[in-house]
């Protein structure tokens, strides 16, 4: 158990619909990373936010956009939702400061798009 | 971030050692190696990081080359619950993204 924790654990949605997710991260951290991964395939970086700001992103479209909250719980929402969005949607929560910390995920959001 | 390249698969017997090669071979000296697994539909799992000297905790064993070009990652005692895609990951700072490649398919038989 990594302390974090995503909701829903399932969802469908059709085409064009837009979807939120919802991260709680470990207590303490104050960093919250999103990651989509594919079947059969290794999580793909979407964005990161520290202390409520955007603070990276990967390569995907500003249809994925998403927030940070000051109890540092998160949120990702998927506008205009496309066939190839369906995945699993993981977060990750870290504390940063000046060292090298680990990244904790949560069980993730299968998401599946029709 | 640098590459990493891993093997596809291996396979271990119930109670044997795991050892998992890691090449990073374009790794700057200010980046970290570190090892996640994911056992299958789960979040990523933490294991174990080092910068430069070998590491052990209570799941497993990093060594680092001395020239830091590449890591093996030691599980002393396999078991079947070690069965899992285990990915090596090279990064610079906590606060950095991390980037996953293919990773290798590890599967510990009885």
């Known amino acids: 158990e990594t302390g974090v924790t995503q909701s829903p654990t399932h969802l469908i949605k059709t085409r064009g619909q837009q979807v939120t997710l919802r991260c709680s991260s470990q207590s303490g951290h104050n960093t919250v990373s999103w990651y989509q991964q594919a079947l059969g395939q290794g999580p793909q970086f979407i964005f990161q936010?520290?202390?409520?700001?955007?603070?990276g992103r990967g390569n995907f479209p500003p249809r994925f956009s998403g927030l940070q909250f000051p109890n540092y719980s998160s949120e990702l929402n998927v506008n205009a939702l496309e066939l190839d969005d369906s995945a699993l949607y993981l977060c990750a929560s870290s504390l940063t400061d000046r060292g090298s910390r680990e990244q904790y995920f949560g069980p993730g959001t299968r998401l599946t798009v029709t | 971030d640098a590459k990493t390249t891993q093997p596809t698969s291996m396979d271990c017997a119930e109670g044997r050692a795991a050892n998992l090669p890691c090449n990073h071979s374009t790794i700057s000296g200010n980046e970290y190696v570190y090892w996640y697994r994911q056992i299958h539909s789960q979040g990523p799992q933490y294991i174990i990081h080092g910068l430069k000297n070998n590491e052990t905790n209570e799941m497993a064993s990093l060594i680092i080359t001395e020239d830091r070009k590449s890591s093996t990652l030691i599980l002393p005692h396999a078991t079947l619950r070690d069965t899992a895609v285990y990915y090596c990951?090279?990064?610079?700072?906590?606060?950095?993204?991390?980037?996953f490649g293919e990773g290798t398919q590890l599967t510990v038989n009885p």
């Open positions: 936010y520290y202390r409520e700001e955007e603070n």
């Open positions: 990951i090279v990064r610079v700072t906590s606060g950095s993204r991390l980037t």
